[in-house]
């Protein structure tokens, strides 16, 4: 099963770079979320080979496939390595 990005403020497209949101008009974090979330442009379609944990590396599902533009369901972000 794939890692899926949060729905949570981080991610939304309403977050403004003050923290603040754009829909409520309060501050907010990566601890919360609501029934106006939207997920980022750039974050949907940066979900690709390029930016997979595994890219390359020994537990890529694919590694014959693998290329940027391509994804499969065990996609894993980079930015869980740490
Ligand atoms: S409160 Fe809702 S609309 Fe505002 S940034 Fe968070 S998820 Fe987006
Ligand atoms: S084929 Fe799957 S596991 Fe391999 S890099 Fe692409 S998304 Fe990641």
Redesign the pocket.
């Known amino acids: 099963m794939a890692i899926r990005l949060g729905n ?2 981080e991610n ?1 497209d ?2 403004m770079s003050n923290n603040m ?1 754009k ?2 008009g309060v501050m ?1 974090g990566s601890n ?3 029934d ?3 997920m980022k442009a750039n974050l949907i379609t940066d979900r690709d080979c390029n930016t997979c944990l595994r890219y390359e590396k020994e537990d890529c599902a694919n590694p014959t496939k693998a290329a940027p533009g391509m994804m499969c369901s065990v996609w894993a972000p980079l930015s869980a390595r740490a």
């Open positions: 949570n403020c939304c309403n977050l949101c829909e409520h907010v919360y979320t609501c106006k979330f939207e």
